[in-house]
């Protein structure tokens, strides 16, 4: 017999477009089934909730949305599965447990990968591995409390791979109501679960809370986009969408009554519908500007209203390559979500070079939809009125550290002319044996910073020389694997 989950309501996340239009939520409307035990294993775990050690099965679920075959993970470890279980259905908001860290792991590894680095062999230890990290992460389950050792190393090290490389990873949104060029159009953008055009026909649409109507009601994509859509006599209301769409891996379903959570591990179609607010407006900035400490530089901002704001990627410019706009992503600063207070934020752009430098924000909505603010004026470092080196950072380190040293401008005629000094930076063993080389040429006064690389290198301590005319300073650092 199968087990029957009615979606009433499954929340995808907020999707924001771009500018001044934005879209309230992404909900189903589906008929879900879980069936059975799939790959995985059953291991004794201590339950956090309890601190007590407790036999659970940890892996994936075989089951069916709109009766096409899927698989699912456990959000949470006291999701104790009584299959059959019909009582299923989805009122919460679950926007706070579909992370980056998540994210990741359901687009890096089983189901929906299946060849990678460091698989194990047997998928049964793969899927409970992946199951237990992604518990650690959504209930803090102790991985070292399994009784299971190749598992349990297993999860540690997919949880490494977390930490290292998840960064700023949403789950994508595969049908967006997007504005056209004309202010009282728009389009319908469907796609897959990697953001690639997909046709879907039959897509309904409603105009709600307006004195308008929209010019036609039902559209289809072609290759991922409908012909345009106006919006008549209003330009406020609310959009409903319906149809057939991708279900990406990371949604979530859950139980009634605190029942169990599952997050869909495979992309498949299903029943949706996206409500859009035809007329909101986009975040707010209220101020942006930035502060010189040394050769650090404090960017502050403060926005008036947020509407499901992810984060801003904090970016840099050097004046000189303004000719080919070479903007660099130096940062990532997390949003608030949905807010109608002042909300203040800070990011510090630290051990800069000389010279003068333009900032810009990139607001990102939950869906990937962006736009830029720009700080005003340009930002000038200084020239050093000394030679310095400071400790690298971090120390001890492991494998890669930064270090930073200062030039000041040589009195002497030659180097005058030249408006450079010849700089030796070198890296030396306990031993005395030079191992790298990491500047060796002129360079003209400012600030500067070095990146080395121990990966190569055993642990141990080693030393690094700054020499440039007259001066010459040795640092130590430690290199722990």
């Known amino acids: 017999m199968k087990t029957l989950i009615s979606i009433s309501k499954l929340l995808l996340l907020f999707i924001i477009i771009l500018y001044s239009n934005r879209a309230i939520s992404q909900w189903s409307y589906t008929q879900t089934e879980i069936l059975s035990n799939a790959t995985g294993r059953v291991l004794n775990i201590t339950n956090p909730h309890t601190n007590s050690s407790q036999q659970i099965f940890t892996g994936l679920f075989n089951g069916t949305v709109d009766a096409n075959p899927t698989q699912f993970y456990s959000v949470k470890f006291i999701n104790n599965f009584n299959l059959p279980d019909t009582s299923y259905t989805d009122v919460t908001d679950h926007s706070g447990l579909i992370t980056p860290s998540i994210v990741y792991i359901l687009n890096n590894y089983y189901p929906y990968k299946v060849n990678y680095i460091n698989r194990l062999d047997n998928l049964n230890d793969e899927s409970a591995s992946v199951q237990l990290a992604i518990w650690k992460i959504t209930d803090n389950v102790n991985i070292n409390s399994s009784d299971n050792i190749l598992i349990k190393n297993r999860a540690q090290s997919i949880i490494s791979d977390v930490a290292l490389n998840s960064g700023n990873n949403f789950m994508p949104v595969t049908v967006e109501v997007v504005n056209d060029i004309e202010p009282e159009f728009f389009y319908i953008k469907t796609t897959d679960e990697n953001g690639i055009g997909i046709s879907v026909n039959n897509i309904e649409l409603e105009l709600l809370q307006s004195p308008g109507y929209l010019s036609t009601y039902t559209v289809n994509t072609f290759e991922g986009i409908s012909p345009s859509v106006e919006v008549i006599n209003s330009g406020v209301g609310l959009i409903k969408v319906k149809g057939n769409f991708m279900f990406p891996q990371g949604m979530i379903f859950n139980g ?125 470092i200084g020239t050093p009125s000394e030679f310095s080196l400071s400790q690298n950072y971090p120390n001890p380190f492991n494998p890669g550290t930064k270090i930073n040293y200062e030039l000041r401008i040589t009195r002497s005629a030659e180097a005058e002319a030249r408006r450079a000094n010849y700089v030796s930076l070198k890296v030396f063993d306990i031993l005395g044996n030079e191992i790298a080389t990491l500047v060796n040429e002129n360079k003209p006064a400012g600030i500067y910073s070095v990146n080395f690389d121990g990966s190569n290198l055993p642990s141990g301590i080693y030393f690094y020389k700054l020499q440039t005319g007259n001066f010459s300073k040795v640092m130590k650092m430690t290199l722990i694997k």
């Open 256 to 380: 009634n009554n605190g029942g169990p959570e599952l997050f869909l591990a495979k992309p498949v179609i299903g029943k949706m519908q996206t409500d859009y607010d035809w007329g909101a407006l986009p975040v707010e900035l209220a101020s942006f500007s930035s502060s010189i400490s040394g050769n650090n530089v404090n960017l502050n901002w403060t926005t008036s209203s947020e509407i499901n704001n992810a984060g801003f990627d904090v970016e840099r410019s050097n004046v000189k390559s303004q000719t080919t706009n070479e903007w660099m992503k130096i940062g990532y600063v997390k949003g608030n979500g949905s807010v109608s207070t002042l909300q203040n934020y800070i990011f510090t752009d630290r051990f800069l070079n000389s010279g003068k430098y333009k900032y810009r924000l990139k607001q990102i909505d939950f869906n990937g939809n962006f736009e830029y603010f720009n700080l005003n004026s340009d930002v000038e």
